[in-house]
Nanobody, 121 residues
Framework: QVQLVESGGGLVQAGGSLRVSCAVSGRTFTSLIMGWFRQAPGKEREFVSAIRRSGDRTYYADSVKGRFTISRDNAKNTVYLQMNSLKPEDTAVYYC??????????????WGQGTQVTVSS
């Protein structure tokens, strides 16, 4: 069974930065396309970013392009989302996802429990 554990969420002021991480176990990490999604209160979950198995290609939602960077460390079985120039509208629960059936937005087979990111104005 694949397990995904997110960490690194928290409270940050607008314009600040935060990095969330997702540690993966239970399956060969390099076989997995990884993604990040988010869900704000009262809204549907939305795609944020994805990275291919070797890390050679990434994809971003227009709303975060130029501000967020996805990366992976295959030696540590971990995927990261570096978030810069954060805005209050980035406030959401951020979910790590693994095993995309279709690049880049999925659907994905495995999900983490989520980590809260709150951006204050």
């Amino acid at each position: 069974q694949v397990q995904l554990v997110e960490s690194g969420g928290g409270l940050v002021q607008a314009g600040g930065s935060l990095r969330v991480s997702c540690a993966v176990s239970g399956r060969t990490f390099t076989s997995l396309i990884m993604g990040w999604f988010r869900q704000a209160p009262g809204k549907e979950r939305e795609f944020v970013s994805a990275i291919r198995r070797s890390g050679d290609r990434t994809y971003y939602a227009d709303s975060v392009k130029g501000r967020f960077t996805i990366s992976r460390d295959n030696a540590k079985n971990t995927v990261y989302l570096q978030m810069n120039s954060l805005k209050p509208e980035d406030t959401a629960v951020y979910y790590c996802a693994a095993g995309a059936v279709s690049w880049p937005t999925g659907p994905y087979n495995y999900w983490g429990q989520g980590t809260q990111v709150t951006v204050s104005s």
